[in-house]
């Protein structure tokens, strides 16, 4: 693949700032402030597998392993591409997250070892917030959605890509980005994180960029984030230990409860790590609905609870870091099986990706309704990889 090639779209900006504030997401635009020069040109996106913290397993084992089930469709795969790096090496996060090596190579020898036929791609936390101000913010994410489509045009069977959006207070930027990355980029969907500026995703303020995703019909995946309410207690307990799966069923409840979920059927929301802790509290959320939030229901009626635990049920659940069989065994019997996908996770699981994928495998569920995670639920949703389906 030629990255350099003239295809017609506009080329990235090729600057990016940053700021460590932004790691809150408190995405206001702001004056800009001092910028971190970066160059990012087509060729420079491509990456070595040098630094790969990646080994596959021996190739005999895995395929004997793999020989009786049916391949996956990760629709939570990671990738950090350079030109991130760059920014992410400039900002102090060293005592909040720690960032894995990454290739294409990487993720395709994963995905070879792990019988995972394609993987939609996506940023993770902090996502475009750390290029500081707005213009930075738009900047980067232009460059990571141009790199996402050249990735995916290199390896159209193996790669799909979720777009990466500025954030969600900066209306005008994200609803020019969605435009673009759907009609020009064909992209497979959109990440959002589950909260942006202090406000979860139902908040009245996004209402009219849930609009436009709406009229695209768009597959969203939530990813957890930093929560504006949890202030740091303790090294034990980083933030993606307990307050990510929190973060999920938070903005999951908020979207729901304020109608938004309703308002806009034709969206289609994948929740990261099997929902949170979104499952275990569902019935808590709808039974208390009834009494505590009824005023603002629809209908204002005692079947308001009833309506709040079908929209909830209405949500995708990706297997990422939930393939224990306590999860499984909670998931498999709350939430429609259709609407289970599988995810890895990659490349931030680490060696815990082995381990919920160990279980996962091993776990005992019919084999309909297994090749329905790993594969059938997927192509309902993206039907494009229906032609690639062996």
Known sequence: MDHDADDGRKTPPSRVGGSEAALDHSLQCNPPRAEIPMKVTRSSMVISSRNSNFTPPDRAVADSRMASLPHKIDVHHHII????????????????????????????????????????LSLSAPGA???GDCDDVRALVRTWNDYAFELRSAHPKRFGFFAALPGLDDY?????EIKYVFDNLKADGV?????????????????????????????????????????????FLPQPLIDYPHETSRTASDLVLSGRK?????CKVILSHAGGTLPYLADRISV???????????????????QVMEDLKTFYFDLALGGSSTVLDLLLKWAP?????YGSDFPFAGGAAERFNATLEGYQM??????????????????????HDQ
């Open 81 to 120: 591409p350079a030109f991130y790096k760059q920014v992410l090496s400039r900002i102090d996060l060293s005592t909040k997250i720690l960032f894995p090596s990454w290739s294409p190579e990487a993720s395709l020898a994963f995905m070879d070892s792990h019988n995972i036929s394609t993987a939609i």
């Open 337 to 341: 099986n259709d609407h289970i996908l």
């Open 129 to 131: 917030a750390i290029a």
């Open 172 to 176: 005008e930027g994200v609803v020019s």
């Open 191 to 235: 990440t959002l994180f589950t909260s942006y500026g202090g406000q979860y995703l139902g908040a009245k303020a996004f209402e009219s960029v849930w609009a436009e995703l709406h009229k695209y019909h768009a597959v969203i995946h939530v990813h957890p984030n930093h929560s504006f309410a949890a202030p740091f207690t303790t090294p």
């Open 288 to 306: 208390l609905s009834e009494t505590i939030f009824a005023g603002i229901l629809d209908g204002q009626s005692p079947s308001a609870g009833e």
């Open 366 to 387: 019919e084999s309909q309704v297994k090749k329905m995670c790993y594969q059938a639920n997927a192509l309902q949703l993206f039907p494009r990889l229906a032609l």
């Open 262 to 266: 309703r308002q806009f059927p034709n």
